[in-house]
């Protein structure tokens, strides 16, 4: 592995402005130029938001020490595989710390000392602010909760601090007319960048998790979730050193047919009049799935057995409090917090009873196009995927 690169300048952001006008071309010439707009609008205005944080930040740095960054937590997987919802019941730990969505959009400690003013001083008003802003949560994100709940001041998907930067295939994969044309045109992803491009979006995200840390007065540990990092394990791990690993690995099939319809739902959620996925899309997002798979077996071998575990999604449902037990004892994790217990009791009195049906026909699929190529993952891990 390549020495790390630099801490990214501290007064400047590593914004992939080569991808995001690449992306606006495209998207002007295929959609005209007022759809793409109000996105544009936003990442520029997003863009210049945190550079000021940013700029702040390094003319007033945090001395604020933080030694346990690199024993950091990771979850990753295949996107549906449960890596959700084992990062939320580990975040109930009192020592667990994540990125909320609003400070990964606003990593600047500086901002974030800002947000924490107009949130006291909201409080000591009555709190009208806050109930004003829970309502717009409410209406914007309310019907994708039962595929996945969003809010602003909850813990979210790690990529999300590098889809800020416009150094995240989420910005390639988030518009149906970018994959329905193949990417023909568009700029490359994630895994087929230079390295040093590679490495300096990571060295940003350890940046912003720093930030984080220090917030926390450099106490307990971080734990990320995020199901790309399953992609560059490698690389995640020469950027996070000592750091844990926590890989979710459920039945593809299942885990594939439900990536294929939670992104047709955000389609709609973004654009009503968004239909069916096309064959374009089934195809990437089979592909991607695929290569998803490999890359997390290939990268897991690198990866000491005492820093990574593989944990069945089944057993993770069907089992929950044995699960994270489970995991505990591996990593030799400090002692689980009341509140996770509370709600590992909870979630024992209602076992787990998958509520959807997963039929690749839907998407004009057959078994072969999945079995196939990932014949190895299937053998490997036969027990967790027919696991209750």
């Not at 709190?127 to 979210?156: C, M, S, Y």
């Not at 087929?192 to 979006?201: E, F, G, L």
């Not at 509140?339 to 998407?363: A, G, I, V």
């Amino acid at each position: 592995m390549n020495p790390l690169p630099q801490t990214p300048n501290r007064f400047s952001i590593p914004f992939r402005w080569d991808v995001f006008w690449k992306k606006q071309r495209v998207l002007f010439t295929e959609t005209g130029f007022f759809r793409p707009l109000p996105a544009l609008l936003f990442h520029l205005g997003l863009y210049g938001t945190n550079q000021i944080g940013w700029g702040l930040d390094g003319i007033l740095p945090s001395t604020i020490r933080t030694p346990q960054l690199d024993n950091s937590v990771f979850i990753v997987g295949h996107q549906r595989s449960g890596t959700t919802f084992l990062h939320r019941l580990l975040y109930q730990n009192e020592w667990a710390h994540s990125l909320q969505l609003q400070e990964m959009l606003f990593p600047s400690n500086t901002l974030q000392e800002c947000i924490g003013i107009v949130n006291r001083m909201d409080s000591t008003l009555g709190g009208n602010i806050r109930k004003w802003f829970q309502q717009i949560q409410e209406r914007t994100f309310a019907d994708l909760d039962k595929i996945h709940r969003v809010r602003f001041d909850e813990p979210e998907e790690d990529e999300l601090v590098m889809w800020a930067i416009y150094a995240s295939d989420m910005c390639i994969n988030d518009n149906p007319t970018l994959i329905e044309m193949g990417l023909k045109g568009m700029p490359k992803t994630f895994e087929h960048w230079s390295k040093n491009h590679q490495q300096s979006a990571l060295m940003w995200y350890r940046s912003c998790v720093h930030k984080k840390i220090q917030r926390t007065n450099g106490d307990g540990l971080y734990v990320g979730k995020n199901p790309r990092f399953s992609r560059c394990l490698p690389l995640l791990d020469n950027t996070f050193p000592n750091s844990k690993i926590i890989v979710l690995i459920r039945n593809p099939i299942e885990a594939i047919v439900s990536r294929m319809s939670l992104m047709k739902a955000i389609w709609t959620h973004r654009n009503p009049n968004f239909g069916e996925l096309s064959p374009n899309h089934v195809q990437w997002i089979l592909n991607n799935s695929i290569e998803t798979y490999l890359q997390t077996e290939k990268g897991l071998k690198t990866i000491p057995e005492h820093r990574k575990i593989v944990i069945g999604y089944n057993a993770l449902k069907a089992t929950p409090r044995l699960t994270v037990q489970k995991i505990q004892r591996h990593f030799e994790f400090p002692e689980y917090t009341p509140s996770l217990m509370t709600e590992l009791s909870r979630l024992e009195e209602q076992p787990y009873r998958s509520k959807h049906q997963y039929d690749l026909q839907q998407f004009g699929l057959h078994e072969s196009q999945i079995r196939e190529p990932l014949a190895e993952v299937f053998s490997r891990y036969h027990t967790l995927l027919n696991s209750e």
